[in-house]
C-alpha cells in the first residue's frame, strides 16, 4: 500500500511561483508513474504532470507546459511540481498520485492511478 502526503500550497499572486511536495511512503517501484492532477471547483479532475519515477521520464498537459516543472528526489521518496508564472486559472486542489500502470499512454486519465493524496489548496490572485 503506497500512501501520499502533499505539501507545499498556499496564497500566491498572479506570476508567482510555488512548489509542492509529494512524500511517499510504502513500496515505489521504478515502473510507477508518480504524477500531478487539479480539481477547480465546479470543473473535473484534470492532469497536470507525471514522472516515471525509475527513469525520469516526464509528461505535461498543454496547459501548463513551460511553466511547470515535475521531479522527483528517490532517496527521499518524494517528487514536486515546481510552478512558475502562476495564472488566477491555476487555482485549484492539487492532488498527487501513483499508478502501477506499464503504459505511459495512461498517465493522462486519473483512472489510471491507484493511490491519491488529500490534496493541497493552491490560490492564484489576480
Known amino acids: 500500500q503506497v500512501q501520499l502526503v502533499e505539501s507545499g500550497g498556499g496564497l500566491v499572486q498572479a506570476g508567482g511561483s510555488l512548489r509542492l511536495s509529494c512524500a511517499a511512503s510504502?513500496?515505489?517501484?521504478?515502473?510507477?508513474?508518480m504524477g500531478w492532477f487539479r480539481q477547480a471547483p465546479g470543473k473535473e479532475r484534470e492532469f497536470v504532470a507525471a514522472i516515471r519515477w525509475g527513469d525520469g521520464n516526464t509528461y505535461y498537459a498543454d496547459s501548463v507546459k513551460g511553466r511547470v516543472t515535475i521531479s522527483r528526489d528517490n532517496a527521499k521518496n518524494t517528487f514536486y511540481l515546481q510552478m512558475n508564472s502562476l495564472k488566477p486559472d491555476d487555482t485549484a486542489v492539487y492532488y498527487c498520485a501513483a499508478t502501477r500502470a506499464s503504459l505511459s499512454s495512461t498517465v493522462y486519465y486519473n483512472t489510471a492511478y491507484d493511490y491519491w493524496g488529500q490534496g493541497t489548496q493552491v490560490t492564484v490572485s489576480s
Open positions: 510504502g513500496p515505489i517501484f521504478v515502473n510507477y508513474y
